[in-house]
């Protein structure tokens, strides 16, 4: 028994037992975080499949909905998007007036539909840069509407008509009369119009793959 070493017991100090409830709690909270993580991605996972279940049954259902619609609200669904037709346009703006004080800037706007199609919807960015091609103002147009009603509704652009009409854009804080300001047309949409006897066209790329696909 004397060969023996002796069981020596140290007693736990403050800073231990500090040292080893922090490394408990940063394992727990690790632990924690690790399955709410989880199970969020799970959650998020599940609402996109009934997101997009919910949309491909909607554009399933689009023609039967086409079908009960007035005639005029029908019409306005029967078009579809293409950009290639914007080689068709040729738009011109030309800015009318020098800003002052407090004046506004007029911008003149002329769409000429040189093709064979009627555009039922064309939507225009127009904004006015400095002779450094900093932008100053910009404002969001519709050159072409569904239908013809009152406040910048303007109805479609028949094919080899001529669309012109005035936009105004707010004074120009900064800029001298004398300073050379030049407009730019951007082109945000174009929609043409199907025709008579034609189908809703839905944008399904983004549905996926199982989207039923929709005759022109």
């Known amino acids: 028994m004397s060969d023996q070493s ?3 017991l140290k007693k736990r100090t403050f800073l231990s037992s500090v040292a080893l409830g922090l490394s408990s709690l940063c394992i727990t ?8 993580i989880l199970y969020g991605l799970h ?23 086409q079908a009960s619609l007035p005639p005029a609200v029908a019409d306005m ?13 040729a ?7 020098k800003p002052g004080a407090d004046a506004a ?3 003149n706007i002329e769409i000429v539909n040189n093709g064979n199609e009627v555009v039922s919807l064309l939507a225009l960015r127009v904004i006015v840069v400095d002779e450094h091609g900093q932008l100053l103002s910009e404002r969001q147009e519709w050159a072409a509407t569904p239908i013809a ?3 910048d509704w303007r109805g479609p652009i028949m094919p080899g008509s001529r669309r012109y009409f005035v936009c105004t854009h707010d004074s120009l804080h900064g800029v001298s009369p004398m300073d050379d300001l030049k407009v730019e047309v951007e082109i945000n949409e174009l929609r043409l119009w199907n025709g008579p006897g034609q189908n809703v066209i ?10 039923p696909d929709v005759a022109r």
Do not use: K, M, W
Not at 29 to 36: A, N, P, R
Not at 78 to 88: I, V
């Open 149 to 151: 009603v009152e406040h």
């Open 91 to 97: 738009i011109t703006a030309q800015l009318t007036g």
């Open 105 to 107: 800037t007029c911008i």
């Open 43 to 65: 959650f998020a996972s599940e609402r996109t499949d009934r997101v997009i279940s919910l949309a491909q049954t909607a554009v399933q259902g689009l023609p039967a909905l």
């Open 77 to 89: 669904l029967n078009d579809h998007r293409q950009p290639d037709y914007s080689q068709n346009l």
């Open 202 to 211: 839905p944008d399904t790329a983004l549905l996926g793959s199982t989207a």
């Open 29 to 36: 909270l690790v632990i924690c975080c690790t399955l709410v």
């Open 6 to 8: 002796p069981i020596i």
